[in-house]
């Protein structure tokens, strides 16, 4: 079992940054890859980035790539997301996940409850 909380978000301006948290409890957390998805006003949840057990092979949505950065420290129990360059768009509400079958999918056993970006123009 596994419990994450995110924190983080808030409101910026567009082309500023935000670094998202995600802590998870319990003694498993390296055990697991983690993602990270957003969901936008109106529309469906979308896959933004995942990271694997070590920190190793990010991996991220396309309109992601070059401007988000997923990290995580195991000792901390928590893993990142480092948003620059961020635009109106890119507005929702952000979730991390664990234990992910299927990201594009968003086929996850745990999620957080999420935090709100708002990105203003």
């Known amino acids: 079992q596994v419990q994450l909380v995110e924190s983080g978000g808030g409101l910026v301006q567009a082309g500023g940054s935000l670094r998202l948290s995600c802590a998870a409890s319990?003694?498993?957390?390296?055990?697991?890859?983690m993602g990270w998805f957003r969901r936008a006003p109106g529309k469906e949840r979308e896959f933004v980035a995942a990271?694997?057990?070590?920190?190793?092979?990010?991996y991220y949505a396309d309109s992601m790539k070059g401007r988000f950065t997923i990290s995580r420290d195991n000792a901390k129990n928590t893993v990142y997301l480092q948003m620059n360059s961020l635009k109106p768009e890119d507005t929702a509400v952000y979730y991390c996940?664990?234990?992910?079958?299927?990201?594009?999918?968003?086929?996850?056993?745990?999620w957080g409850q999420g935090t709100q970006v708002t990105v203003s123009s």
């Open positions: 990271i694997s057990r070590t920190g190793s092979n990010p």
């Open positions: 996940a664990a234990a992910c079958s299927d990201y594009l999918r968003g086929m996850c056993a745990y």
């Open positions: 319990g003694r498993t957390f390296s055990s697991y890859a």
